[in-house]
C-alpha cells in the first residue's frame, strides 16, 4: 500500500510506506542459555526471546550502561586522578589502577568495555558522580528513560550485590540504544587497545571471542560471576541492520549466539521498491520528464520512505541527471538513502 502526502515548501516531500507482513517465528531454538533476546536495534523489534522477563545478575555487561553515560559525558577527554575510595572493593577483573595514577576518562572507559576492569568501572562512577551511590541514581535514571521497567543496577561494575539485576529483554533494550554511541561501538568493537596511565602505555585484550570468529560482530559485552552466570550481549551488522543477542547464564554462550544470529538472519525478508515518477519541466517542449526511484534492501519490520525533489527541473536535463533523492527510514532512523534519476533526455 502507498500512501501519498505533498507539500509545496522548498521542495515536493512524498511520503511512501511500505507495509511488510508481520513475520511471527517459532521459539525451539537449542540454546544452553536460561534467559536470551534476539532484537533488531533500529526497530527493538523481538525476533526470539526464551525467559525474557526473568529477573537475573547481569554481570559485567553492567559496564555498558556504566560506559554509555561516561561517553555521553562530553568529558571523555579529561584527566582522572586514582583515588584510594576508587579502588575499594575492587576484585575480579581489573586493569590493575593505583592511587595516584593519571588516565583520561577515554582509557578508563576502553578499561571497562575491553578489558572488563572492575576498578576502571568504579573509576568512572566516583569522578562522574563522586560515589557509586550517586552514579547508580544516575544509571537508573537512564534505566527510566530507556524504558527498562525490570531493571535496577546498584554498582558500575555488575559485581553480585543484593538488588543489582535486570532481564534479557531490559538489557537488549540497552543494548538496542548503545549501539548508536559511535564512541561506544568503537571501543566496543575493538579486540585490544593501547591506554596510558602515567604517560606509559600498556595493551589491554578484549574478552569478547566473537569478533574474532566474524567481522560481523562489532561488540557489546561479556560478563561472569558466580551468581550470574555466563553473560554475554552481542552486536551483529547485517546488511544494514543490526541484530542484537542476550544471553543470561548461558554456559555455552559462543555458539548460542551463533545460533541466534544464523536464525534471525531468516527473520529478514528482501524489500525492493520501484517508483517512477513525473517531475515538471521549465524551458522544455515537454511539461515533464519521467524519473525512477529504486531500491532494495533486507528488513524484519515496516519501512518508510520520504522522497524529497523540486517541484519542478530546469531544462537541458540528461539521461541519468539527478533530480532528487529518497530517504528509507526504520522507526525514524534512517538507514539508506537512494538518488531520483531521470530516465530521459529533455531538450
Not at 108 to 127: R, T, W, Y
Request: proline share 2%; charged share 20%; aromatic share 10%.
Amino acid at each position: 500500500m502507498i500512501r501519498l502526502l505533498c507539500c509545496f515548501f522548498s521542495a515536493v516531500f512524498l511520503f511512501v510506506s511500505l507495509i511488510c507482513p508481520e513475520f511471527v517465528y517459532a521459539t525451539d531454538i537449542n540454546i544452553s542459555a536460561e534467559s536470551a533476546v534476539v532484537m533488531d536495534a533500529y526497530s527493538q523489534k523481538i525476533l526470539f526471546e526464551k525467559n525474557p522477563d526473568i529477573n537475573k545478575a547481569v554481570a559485567s555487561t553492567t559496564k555498558i550502561m556504566t560506559c554509555l553515560i561516561a561517553s555521553e559525558s562530553n568529558r571523555l577527554s579529561e584527566t582522572v586522578t586514582i583515588t584510594a575510595e576508587m579502588l575499594d572493593g575492587c576484585e575480579g577483573s581489573l586493569i590493575y589502577l593505583n592511587e595516584g595514577d593519571k588516565i583520561t576518562l577515554y582509557d578508563l572507559v576502553c578499561g571497562a568495555m575491553i578489558a572488563s576492569g572492575n576498578d576502571a568501572a568504579n573509576a568512572i562512577a566516583f569522578f562522574i558522580s563522586g560515589s557509586i551511590e550517586e552514579f547508580a541514581k544516575l544509571m537508573n535514571s537512564k534505566v527510566k528513560s530507556l524504558g527498562m521497567n525490570s531493571t535496577k543496577f546498584v554498582t558500575p561494575s555488575g559485581l553480585d550485590k543484593d538488588g543489582n539485576h535486570s532481564t534479557a529483554g531490559d538489557m537488549a533494550i540497552l543494548a538496542s540504544y548503545a549501539v548508536f554511541n559511535k564512541t561506544l561501538m568503537k571501543i566496543a568493537s575493538m579486540k585490544s587497545a593501547e591506554i596510558t596511565v602515567n604517560e606509559e602505555k600498556t595493551t589491554i585484550y578484549n574478552h569478547n571471542k566473537l569478533l574474532s570468529f566474524s567481522e560481523s560482530f562489532i561488540g557489546l559485552k561479556t560478563g561472569y560471576t558466580e551468581k550470574a552466570g555466563r553473560c554475554l550481549i552481542s552486536a551483529y551488522k547485517y546488511k544494514r541492520n543490526i541484530i542484537i543477542c542476550v544471553t543470561l547464564n548461558a554456559p555455552d554462550d559462543w555458539e548460542d549466539h551463533k545460533t541466534l544470529v544464523n536464525y534471525a538472519k531468516k527473520c529478514y525478508k528482501d524489500i525492493s521498491q520501484k517508483e517512477t515518477l513525473k517531475i515538471s519541466t521549465v524551458g522544455a517542449a515537454e511539461n515533464c520528464v519521467d524519473c525512477e526511484l529504486e531500491y532494495k534492501l533486507k528488513s524484519a519490520v515496516n519501512v518508510k520512505t520520504l522522497i524529497y525533489y523540486y517541484p519542478f527541473a530546469y531544462a537541458p536535463i540528461k539521461c541519468g541527471d539527478k533530480l532528487g533523492y529518497a530517504e528509507i527510514y526504520v522507526n525514524n532512523t534512517l538507514i539508506k538513502t537512494v538518488d531520483i534519476i531521470a530516465k530521459e533526455d529533455v531538450k
